[in-house]
């Protein structure tokens, strides 16, 4: 298997899916694709989200970097890297995951279209166009709920030395993957965009790469997020005071999504079938967020509906070649896909989900939760005092692993893990999985076990495991006793995971 | 087989006396006191390290001082078995030997059972935990 799979993650849910699917994939859940290039498209670079999920893409890294080797187990079994790890190094772009938009940064929008040197009818045209407050948006903190900027802004993406390098960096089995949402700025203008680009990329002239004739007929999906939360109203004083031009509203949330799927209509899935497959994903039970339209760092909660927008990426690669055929850059057979859930609940667990996503994540998802809870509470316990699993055969476990970077990079996501449920579950509509602070023989949710199962079963269990596995890296042996012992309890005390 | 028991018992003898052991040698007939002892402590002392490594077999109680704890009481039981035993013989006139009384019969346990007890114990536990999955590094690891 040797197909790439470039995920594009639009403005901020683009980076939380993304954030959702290296969850995923670092607990084992599979995808049929050798490499994963996520490209994140956001001129907020100081979005906490956008920070937090860099940081959880570098730990996965730094992880399946000691792992990939002779890795045969599911933990972080997929390749994560960034488009200029694709490239040699004397091209280089930069080490991060990210797309630079240039002249963003602390730019107002009428000076980036240069809006004082117009001549008075594109002035005219300008302001037919844009609000004031429009004008007036500086995009360091993206495009605030205003697509219009962004569609003008996300332009310069087909000249840029990134996209020349994707274009250069693509093959013909590769596919593509667009998450954008539907009711912001940046995704919203992003997406239609970046589909255009790619599939116009062989008329280009500033690309002069062969493979850019494989864009034109690339097996793209696309995951459009429908409104899935809401902002909180802020008071008419407040945005006479303050920043009036960058609240965002989220009573046009509805009539955003309307006009933009009437676009889409008209551009992408009505006759030009630009995608191949086409997820739409929204939940009409939700919550709040605070109105911060960036200025404070811009962290969402985690939502389960990100989750399920990352299952989406996982059951595109799913879709046999047969099914995507594209000709002339149109798809033959495009395919267009929702999500849903077995009970519409507040609170959703494991078994609320539809019997196919419950084959894909739950055991995966448990048996890391399961490996990372031991991991934090119990290995040091479990070294001190002594368990044959860690001492019996080398290599050992044993207080030097607990300081290794390895074991470091693994706290650390798990610190992102827990974080990341915790976030979900305090969501509306809520997901949870896992309660995070009971004791490990009830920590899955709703589903209790057939035997008391305790610490003692866990290490029961990996010392059974042990005796049938050899090693050389103690990184390797860990994670791969983990793994199977993980499945050996949960298959002989759950009844739910056999 | 008495020969090679007496030999072994016998290591200690100035600690309880010349007389007990006449009766425990016995005089050829049947299975002498010697042998009965002889397969009944390798068969506590073996029963003793399967029950530890094979049944009871947990990753909570593979700490060493979880085996000395059942080696303690494999002693324990072997020795009270022994003085029971003698004492109960005693009793019902079948051990009659001048100079042989509990003193004598508690010393021969002390000084020849316990150490048989404690020796078996140790060799038998590192002739059998390889197999066991949790206590195959108890006492230490391999």
Redesign the interface.
């Known amino acids: 298997m040797d197909n790439k799979l470039f995920i594009f993650g639009i403005g901020g849910t683009g980076v939380r899916v993304i954030k959702a699917l290296t969850m995923l994939l670092a607990s084992g859940v599979y995808i049929k694709s050798s490499q994963i290039i996520p490209i994140i498209i956001d001129p907020h670079q100081d979005n906490q989200d956008l920070q937090r999920t860099h940081q959880l893409l570098r730990n996965y890294q730094k992880i399946y970097k000691i792992l990939r080797e002779d890795n045969n187990g599911a933990f972080f079994n997929t390749k994560i890297t960034t488009l200029p790890n694709l490239i040699s190094s004397e091209e280089r772009l930069g080490e991060n995951f990210t797309f630079n938009l240039k002249d963003v940064a602390d730019f107002k929008f009428k000076q980036y279209i240069d809006h004082t040197t117009l001549d008075d009818s594109n002035k005219a045209l300008v302001d037919l166009l844009f609000s004031e407050a429009n004008l007036e948006t500086v995009m360091d903190i993206g495009f605030v709920g205003n697509p219009n900027i962004g569609s003008v802004v996300l332009n310069q993406i087909k000249d840029s030395d990134e996209f020349k390098h994707f274009a250069s960096n693509f093959k013909k089995n590769d596919r593509i993957f667009i998450v954008s949402s539907i009711f912001g700025g940046t995704g919203a203008a992003g997406f239609p965009i970046l589909l255009n680009n790619i599939r116009s990329a062989n008329s280009n002239d500033n690309i002069k790469v062969t493979n850019s004739k494989y864009l034109s007929d690339a097996k793209i999906g696309a995951l459009t997020m429908l409104p899935y939360f809401g902002v909180e109203p802020v008071d008419q004083e407040q945005i006479n005071e303050e920043k009036g031009n960058r609240q965002i509203n989220k009573e046009t949330f509805i009539s955003k999504t309307k006009a933009a799927l009437d676009y889409y209509c008209e551009n992408i899935t009505g006759h030009n079938q630009s995608v191949n497959a086409f997820y739409y994903i929204g939940d009409e039970n939700t919550k709040d967020y605070k109105n911060d339209p960036g200025d404070h760092g811009q962290k969402n909660d985690a939502h389960f509906v990100e989750l399920a927008a990352a299952l989406a990426i996982i059951d595109f690669m799913n879709i046999g070649d047969e099914d995507l055929v594209t000709e002339n850059g149109q798809a033959l057979s495009p395919i267009y896909k929702e999500f849903g859930v077995k009970a519409d609940k507040d609170s959703l667990n494991l078994l609320d989900l539809g019997d196919h996503t419950q084959q894909m994540i739950m055991t995966p998802l448990t048996q890391f939760f399961l490996c990372l809870k031991y991991l934090d509470e119990e290995l040091e316990t479990t070294i001190r ?4 699993w860690v ?2 055969k080398q290599p050992n476990v044993n207080k030097q692993f607990l300081t290794s970077s390895f074991y470091r990079n693994l706290k650390q996501l798990k610190q992102s893990f827990d974080s990341w449920l915790q976030e979900m579950g305090r969501n509306h509509r809520s997901f949870k999985p896992f309660r995070l602070n009971q004791d490990i023989s009830n920590c899955i949710n709703e589903i209790e076990s057939n035997r008391k199962f305790t610490y ?1 079963t866990f ?2 269990s990996l ?2 495991v042990e ?1 049938k596995q050899n090693h050389t890296l103690v990184e390797h042996k860990v994670m791969a006793l983990f793994e199977q012992a993980t499945m050996e309890i949960l298959t002989k005390k759950f009844s739910q995971f056999k | 087989m008495n020969n090679f028991f007496a030999k072994i018992y016998e290591l200690t003898i100035d600690a309880y006396g010349y007389n007990l052991t006449e009766y425990l040698y016995g005089n050829g007939e049947g299975m002498s006191t010697y042998v009965l002892f002889g397969l009944i402590q390798i068969g506590i002392s073996l029963s003793t390290v399967l029950i530890f490594y094979y049944i009871m077999n947990r990753p909570d109680f593979n700490r060493w001082y979880n085996w000395a704890l059942i080696g303690f009481a494999n002693i324990i039981l072997q020795f009270g078995f022994v003085v029971l035993y003698l004492n109960i013989q005693l009793q019902n006139g079948v051990l009659v030997v001048d100079g042989v009384g509990l003193y004598e019969i508690t010393m021969f346990s002390l000084t020849a059972i316990v150490p048989v007890a404690l020796i078996q114990y140790i060799i038998f536990s590192f002739m059998l935990r390889w197999w066991s999955t949790n206590c195959s590094t108890t006492p230490y690891p391999q």
């Open positions: 005092k002594g368990q044959p001492n019996r003692n290490n029961s010392n059974e005796r």
